[in-house]
């Protein structure tokens, strides 16, 4: 039904709208139902001017960069490393902006937060996590807390190697790599990460939610527009066939209906209500579904993975005769984890699937749920309450989690390769592509939510963003 959808979708856009078309009138009003809510509209404004300032933001150059070696560097090495941090910070890193660290430091310090609670190592923050909201802001500040200690050490590092980093023209990418230039540059990244850390709050906090997904999703979006100018420029040039530009963009827009097809899908576990009397009326007697999304973790455990995978990269890149024992480990890392290589490729989907079924386990307690389905009456038909259908929910869990885990780590993987093999754009990777369509059909959702609940209809009365449902037993 989604394909349909978004095929439609497509031939919608492709059409000179028509006043006097029902379909021109129905997504016209839609759009205009968004401005007509005054909360929407005001969330809706607010995050686009806090999307316009990190843009602005990301072009601010920081002082004593030479600009044109920078851009050499980038172009030699794009579908690498550096290319892929780029696109994490938005294009901030290639024009050596005050956003050039992006928000790494953030996810990395969400992910150390994650592991310990998930690990419980620590009972402190174990007592943190079960008292409700203020326990959630406490660990927040912790958050904020770590990500300005990671972002110092990284903001240190990005600065000595810029100093040091050669570039293919051979022209030095710092003037003048004095120690206050130093001080000031570190000072300079790691303030821009706090920055969008809190840019990001505000968007989730004031705006339409999902904050710092959007500030990644508006930074690889930017692209967009300069991958397609890319391809239609080689293709003027005759170094690129169109029939090779149109077979790229079919992979493209099969990949993206695959992904928005699956992103969609969730299995529903039906839960029926004993009926019971309360003096003169009846209660209960209701059929209700549990839904898990075959993605529950959307693009959470691919941002995680890329960040784990990106440290060792890093370190190599910016210490490339770090040696071991007289072993060259920097350069056999730089080998290893090449982003065409085998190794890269079972790594990187290893951590994947191990992010999703990390997040499932703390973020869906099957006990909790079996516990309080038994103290409001409810029961999956034929498991008995307890234990019974929290082993079963968990069966189902694991089944579920497995086929999404191996998908998103197939579309994280593969197009990668046929980008690599058809010299394609790096925004057409599986990661991006990932990132944008998950990023994208939450923040919908959202804004259909906001839609429906004040008696609006939503962008496709017959199309609506909702779970597309299937049945694993």
């Not at 001017?49 to 560097?73: C, D, F, H, Q």
């Not at 980038?74 to 696109?87: E, I, K, P, R, T």
Request: aromatic share 10%.
């Amino acid at each position: 039904m989604y394909a349909s959808v978004l095929i439609d979708f497509i031939r919608f856009l492709d059409r000179p709208i028509n006043p006097n078309d029902n379909r021109d009138k129905d997504m016209l009003k839609s759009l205009s139902d968004i401005f007509r809510v005054p909360e929407l509209r005001k969330k809706v404004i607010f995050t686009l001017l806090i999307i316009v300032a990190y843009r602005i933001g990301a072009t601010v150059p920081i002082p004593g960069i030479n600009s044109e070696a920078v851009k050499s560097l980038f172009a030699a090495q794009s579908n690498g490393l550096l290319g892929f941090l780029d696109m994490f910070s938005g294009g901030a890193l290639n024009r050596m902006s005050v956003f050039s660290m992006g928000i790494m430091p953030y996810i990395n310090a969400s992910i150390i937060m994650s592991l310990l609670q998930g690990a419980h190592i620590i009972p402190y923050l174990d007592r943190l996590a079960k008292e409700g909201e203020q326990g959630r802001k406490k660990l927040t500040q912790i958050t904020r807390y770590g990500t300005l200690v990671l972002g110092a050490i990284q903001s240190f590092g990005l600065t000595m190697a810029i100093t040091k980093l050669p570039t293919p023209s051979g022209v030095p990418i710092v003037v003048d790599p004095s120690w206050s230039w130093i001080a000031l540059t570190g000072t300079t990244l790691v303030t821009g990460t706090v920055l969008i850390m809190w840019l990001g709050e505000q968007v989730t906090e004031r705006g339409i939610g999902n904050g710092i997904s959007i500030i990644i999703f508006s930074g690889i979006v930017e692209r967009l527009p300069h991958a397609v100018m890319s391809v239609i420029k080689l293709v003027q040039m005759e170094e690129l066939s169109i029939l090779f530009a149109l077979t790229l963009t079919a992979i493209v827009a099969a990949v993206l209906i695959i992904v928005v097809w699956v992103e969609t899908a969730q299995r529903r576990i039906p839960i029926h209500y004993a009926k019971k009397m309360v003096g003169r009326k009846t209660y209960g007697g209701q059929t209700s579904f549990l839904p898990i999304k075959v993605d529950q973790s959307g693009v959470i455990a691919v941002i995680f993975s890329m960040s784990i995978l990106s440290a060792p990269l890093t370190i190599a890149q910016f210490a490339p005769d770090w040696t071991m024992f007289g072993y060259p480990l920097a350069k056999k890392i730089m080998e290893w984890f090449n982003g065409s290589s085998v190794i890269y490729s079972l790594v990187y989907a290893f951590l994947v699937i191990f992010f999703c079924y990390f997040y499932n386990s703390i973020s869906f307690n099957p006990k909790d749920l079996a516990e309080n389905m038994k103290k409001s009456g409810g029961f999956v038909p034929g498991i008995r309450p307890g234990e019974p259908t929290s082993n079963y929910i968990q069966k189902v869990l694991e089944r579920v989690t497995l086929g999404g885990a191996l998908f998103v780590a197939a579309i994280a993987v593969l197009p990668d390769y046929l980008r690599s093999a058809m010299s394609a754009p790096f925004f057409f990777g599986g990661t991006s592509l990932l990132i944008v369509v998950g990023v994208a059909l939450d923040t919908v959702g959202q804004i259909e939510s906001h839609l429906i609940m004040r008696h609006y209809d939503g962008f496709m009365k017959e199309g609506r963003i909702k779970g597309r449902w299937f049945n694993i037993k």
